[in-house]
C-alpha cells in the first residue's frame, strides 16, 4: 500500500512538473512581451518588422552587432564587434552607454535581473525573419 501510494506521488510528480515548468517559462516570455513596450517606441520585432528610430530586432539571438544593412548605426555600434547573445545582450541592457560608449541609443537601462531575463527569453524567440522559432 505504501509503495502503491509512493508510486502514484511519484508519477502525479513526474506528469506534472513539465508542465509546470513550460508554465514558468510561458510567464516569462509574456512579461518579456510587457517589458517589451520600453523598446517599442524605437524598435520592432516580428513578422514584417521594420526600423524605427532604432533597428529591427529580429533573429538577435547570434546576431552581429551592426548587422542591420538598411539601419544607419553610429560607429560605436557597428565597430563594437559584439555578438548578440544571451550573455552579451544582458550586459548591454544593464547599461548601454557603459557596454558601448557612445551608442546613439538613448535608453538608460532595465536594471532588474529578472526583467532582464524575462525580455531575453522574449527576444531570442524570433528568427531572422521574425517568425517564432520552433
Ligand atoms: C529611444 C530609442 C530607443 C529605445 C527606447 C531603445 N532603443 Fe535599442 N537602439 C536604439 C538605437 C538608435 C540603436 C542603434 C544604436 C547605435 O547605432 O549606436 C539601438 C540599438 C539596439 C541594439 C543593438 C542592435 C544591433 O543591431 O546592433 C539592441 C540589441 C537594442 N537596441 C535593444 C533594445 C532593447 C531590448 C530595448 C528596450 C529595453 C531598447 N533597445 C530600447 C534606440 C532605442
Not at 517559462?25 to 512581451?33: F, P, R
Amino acid at each position: 500500500m505504501k509503495n502503491t501510494l509512493l508510486a502514484a506521488a511519484t508519477l502525479i510528480a513526474a506528469t506534472a512538473l513539465p508542465a509546470m515548468l513550460q508554465k514558468a517559462a510561458a510567464q516569462d516570455v509574456e512579461k518579456g512581451q510587457r517589458s517589451f513596450n520600453k523598446c517599442l517606441p524605437c524598435h520592432a520585432i516580428g513578422p514584417g518588422a521594420e526600423n524605427k528610430v532604432g533597428p529591427e530586432l529580429n533573429g538577435l539571438d547570434g546576431r552581429h552587432a551592426g548587422a542591420v544593412a538598411s539601419f544607419n548605426y553610429s560607429e560605436p555600434n557597428k565597430n563594437s564587434g559584439l555578438v548578440w547573445d544571451e550573455a552579451t545582450f544582458k550586459d548591454y541592457i544593464r547599461s548601454p552607454q557603459a557596454k558601448i560608449p557612445g551608442t546613439k541609443m538613448a535608453f538608460a537601462g532595465i536594471t532588474n535581473p529578472q526583467e532582464i531575463d524575462d525580455l531575453w527569453a522574449y527576444l531570442k524567440q524570433f528568427d531572422a525573419n521574425g517568425d517564432i522559432k520552433k
